[in-house]
């Protein structure tokens, strides 16, 4: 862990959600997936909400989103040179409503953007590997650019 890294609160992994927080250490954003009706369930669920099934398997999606909504946090809540920082909801392709809350990275603050098409990347934090998301576009990244 660097210096530069901004603080974050590790989840608690359990047996029920080791699929999503740990799939990074092999590059897969992980979610359940029911396999009667084929429904991605995040958060997870012992159930299918949409057929009630219990049949759910683990599966990679393809890390593929669009940024829905923005905002900038601008409160720096422990030191930190990096901000303010956006944090946004995205929606994965692979479904409507397949959502994630997330922060932004690689990318400069004048260029978040709703419907920005983003990517996963993962950053490790002991046994947790975050999914953030950065631009789609390589011709938008900034790899460790300053905020704007
Ligand atoms: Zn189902």
């Not at 359940?32 to 429904?39: E, F, G, K, N, P």
């Not at 759910?56 to 990096?82: C, I, K, M």
């Not at 990347?121 to 011709?139: I, K």
């Amino acid at each position: 862990m660097s210096a530069e890294q901004p603080f974050r609160v590790l989840p608690r992994v359990t047996e029920e959600n080791a699929h999503f927080w740990r799939g990074g250490e092999q590059g897969q954003l992980q979610f359940l997936r029911c396999s009667a009706c084929r429904t991605w369930i995040h958060p997870t669920s012992p159930r299918c909400p949409e057929c009630l099934g219990k049949g759910l398997v683990v599966e990679s999606a393809s890390g593929r989103a669009t940024v829905l909504t923005y905002t900038f946090n601008h409160q720096p809540w422990v030191p930190s040179a990096d901000h303010p920082y956006p944090i946004a909801i995205v929606e994965l392709e692979e479904q409507t409503g397949l959502r994630l809350m997330t922060n932004l990275v690689n990318l400069s603050n004048e260029d978040v953007a709703i419907g920005l098409a983003v990517r996963v990347v993962f950053e490790q934090r002991e046994d947790v590997w975050f999914p953030l998301f950065e631009p789609a576009d390589a011709a938008l990244r900034r790899v460790g650019a300053d905020p704007a």
